[in-house]
Antibody, heavy 122, light 106 residues
Framework: EVQLVQSGAEVKKPGESLKISCKGSGYSFSNYWIGWVRQMPGKGLEWMGI????????RYSPSFHGQVTISADKSISTAYLQWSSLKASDTAIYYC???????????????WGQGTLVTVSS | DIQMTQSPSSLSASVGDRVTITCRAS??????LAWYQQKPGKVPKLLIYAASTLQSGVPSRFSGSGSGTDFTLTISSLQPEDVATYYCQKYNSAPRTFGQGTKVEV
């Protein structure tokens, strides 16, 4: 069974750093692109970027490029999303999700993690 | 970047009604279009990909059509469990933008 299990909710202060994780199981983690999607409170879905764990090839949305870092460790089947300096506007649910077809980046997301709520408040 | 615009933003319909949601791309995207359903407090779920291919396990009352810039999601007979927000997404190239969503109420 394909599963993406994300790390737990976080409460941080503005300016702090954070790294959240997404662990895949039940499939060949290295060979499927993994993406990150933001959902701010009461708002829609925003595509942040994707990574291919096999070689760490990464693509970012212009809206998020330079604001976050996407990485992966294929040895432990885990993808990451990190911030070096959080802002209140980063408060959101962050989802990881897997591309539908092996090795293909031009695919929708067929499996999703449960989401990680990040709250940034002073 | 290509923009994805959905209409309407919200709709209310009765059980059994036929419901249609549209999604327009600002440039042609061939059939690289997916539809997702997100029920309140839940994780998004892939319904349709390649504009018209039903994802495994999705009820047949859902269908998609279109190519190029104009796409539609149709629910042939609305059910109470279809209360959700529906998003289109283009995925041919980065950024793989989502539409702003259409909230469906019964």
């Amino acid at each position: 069974e394909v599963q993406l299990v994300q790390s737990g909710a976080e409460v941080k202060k503005p300016g702090e750093s954070l790294k959240i994780s997404c662990k895949g199981s039940g499939y060949s983690f290295s060979n499927y692109w993994i993406g990150w999607v933001r959902q701010m409170p009461g708002k829609g879905l925003e595509w942040m970027g994707i990574i291919y764990p096999g070689d760490s090839d990464t693509r970012y949305s212009p809206s998020f490029h330079g604001q976050v870092t996407i990485s992966a460790d294929k040895s432990i089947s885990t993808a990451y999303l990190q911030w070096s300096s959080l802002k209140a506007s980063d408060t959101a649910i962050y989802y990881c999700a897997r591309s539908r077809i092996v090795e293909a980046s031009d695919q929708p997301f067929d499996y999703w993690g449960q989401g990680t709520l990040v709250t940034v408040s002073s | 970047d290509i923009q994805m615009t959905q209409s309407p933003s919200s709709l209310s319909a009765s059980v059994g009604d036929r419901v249609t949601i549209t999604c327009r791309a600002s440039q042609g995207i061939s059939n690289y279009l997916a539809w997702y359903q997100q029920k309140p407090g839940k994780v998004p779920k892939l319904l349709i990909y390649a504009a018209s291919t039903l994802q495994s396990g999705v009820p047949s009352r859902f269908s998609g059509s279109g190519s190029g810039t104009d796409f539609t999601l149709t629910i042939s007979s609305l059910q109470p469990e279809d209360v959700a927000t529906y998003y289109c997404q283009k995925y041919n190239s980065a950024p793989r933008t989502f539409g702003q969503g259409t909230k469906v109420e019964v």
